[in-house]
């Protein structure tokens, strides 16, 4: 019976989410750098997005993550506040090769 619950239940929340996602809405967790959450929609940040796009063009000719990083913190550009570190800058060009951040650089919504 606990079972039968557990993935009725499981199968509820799945669906919740889904639904959610295609109403546009924003389901939850982190935000990713270049986005903003407002009234439960995410919208691009220019300015943001146009470090992304520095970001990605100097990882793909090349450039080390170490190097990208000292140069946007040598810049006074920060990710949300805090210096830029070579995991971040990593962890951003995870989520462009995994198609997780592209819709930024064609300036759409994530969710069209």
């Known amino acids: 019976m606990n079972q039968y619950y557990s993935e009725e239940l499981s199968q509820k929340a799945k669906r919740g989410m889904r ?16 986005y903003c959450c407002h ?3 995410l919208s691009v940040i220019e300015e943001e997005a146009a470090v992304l796009l520095e ?3 100097d990882y793909a ?5 170490t190097d990208i990083a000292n140069g946007l913190n ?3 550009i920060t990710n949300r506040g805090k210096p830029f570190l070579m995991n971040s800058i990593l962890r951003l060009c995870i989520l462009f090769l995994t198609g997780r951040s592209v819709l930024i650089l064609h300036n759409r919504s994530p969710f069209v």
């Open 61 to 65: 000719n090349g450039k080390s993550l």
């Open 19 to 34: 639904e959610t996602r295609m109403k546009g809405k924003f389901t939850g967790g982190r935000v990713n750098y270049g």
């Open 74 to 76: 040598s810049r006074g």
């Open 55 to 57: 970001i990605f063009t």
């Open 39 to 41: 009234e439960q929609k």
